[in-house]
């Protein structure tokens, strides 16, 4: 796939991201996609060379995949990341539109069972902690704070207090306290 969009397909993505960006800034996302990913797919490997080659984390680690991320923008879960996912993924995250429910519920069922465990919040927040190279997440202070991060999404969240969130206690949690969503998108 060249880095040209035929009319069809640039209707086709306008679509997608509800007019939220213009055709300049869907070609530079496509360009930098492409770059990427120049089979129009974007697999694991792909994905870690665009996040590094992106700088937005201070500490790399050459073992890290950034799997929670990659769940955020694959969204059907097939294994690659398509364009349209990537359009999907920024349009939620520039615009917190429904999609970063969607995208945010992604990055932290890191199984796919439909549930965030604290377990899972936990390795989302410490993963996240350790790429931004501000702290020592292996130090217990740094732990505990993590731990009493976690705990606090739970109580906010997990309205039938079984130890998992669902979407739907996401969404309600959300209405309630809107900041619950801009914090998980942060933390993880």
Avoid at 36 to 63: C, H, N, Q, W
Avoid at 153 to 164: L, W
Wanted: charged letters at 35%; proline letters at 2%.
């Amino acid at each position: 796939m060249g880095q040209k969009i035929d009319k069809q397909k640039m209707q086709e993505y306008k679509d997608t991201i509800k007019g939220k960006f213009d055709e300049k800034e869907i070609k530079h996302m496509y360009k930098l996609f492409h770059k990427a990913a120049p089979s129009g797919r974007m697999g694991r490997k792909e994905f870690k060379k665009y996040i590094e080659e992106l700088s937005i984390f201070k500490k790399v680690d050459p073992t890290e995949n950034y799997e929670q991320l990659f769940r955020g923008y694959d969204r059907d879960r097939d294994g690659p990341i398509t364009f349209k996912e990537y359009l999907q993924y920024h349009l939620g995250i520039v615009f917190s539109t429904d999609e970063l429910f969607d995208i945010v519920f992604a990055m932290y069922d890191a199984d796919g069972n439909g549930y965030i465990t604290r377990d899972e919040l936990i390795e989302v927040v410490t993963n996240s902690t350790r790429w931004m190279g501000d702290c020592d997440v292996e130090s217990r202070e740094v732990q505990d704070l993590i731990h009493a991060e976690v705990d606090k999404i739970v109580m906010f969240c997990d309205q039938n207090k079984d130890g998992c969130i669902t979407k739907d206690e996401l969404v309600a949690a959300a209405e309630k306290h809107p900041e619950i969503l801009e914090k998980l998108k942060n933390l993880a």
